[in-house]
């Protein structure tokens, strides 16, 4: 049965920077989308407004956030690629220090 969670986090108010991460995500990194693909996540979309962006993840069974952070502090390739991004995201206001994306709850299903 597929899940699906929505994420949020805000990019750095600069243009500049925010057109440097939307060219990295026209071509992510080969290890860093075998990582999302063997975590569980089927789909992934990222979508901007401004600096505030949302991830939308369709997951299968087997994924668990705590599954994929334990491979991704494993795996030398996919840490790169989050310290390179840090560069140009900062946490939106209720995260934690160093904590990144932020899970959405839903409060409202049309199919519900």
Not at 3 to 23: G, H, T
Not at 68 to 92: G, I, S, T
Request: charged share 30%; aromatic share 10%.
């Amino acid at each position: 049965m597929k899940r699906r969670f929505v994420l949020m986090l805000d990019l750095k108010d600069d243009p500049r920077l925010i057109a440097e991460y939307r060219q990295y995500h026209k071509n992510i990194w080969p290890e860093v989308r075998e990582s999302l693909f063997a975590s569980g996540i089927e789909d992934l979309e990222i979508c901007l407004l401004g600096s505030r962006m949302v991830m939308v993840m369709d997951v299968n069974d087997s994924f668990s956030f705590a599954a994929k952070a334990e491979a991704d502090r494993a795996n030398p390739k996919v840490q790169e690629w989050e310290q390179l991004m840090w560069k140009f995201q900062q946490a939106v206001p209720q995260s934690a220090p160093g904590e990144k994306w932020r899970p959405m709850e839903t409060i409202f299903r049309l199919a519900d």
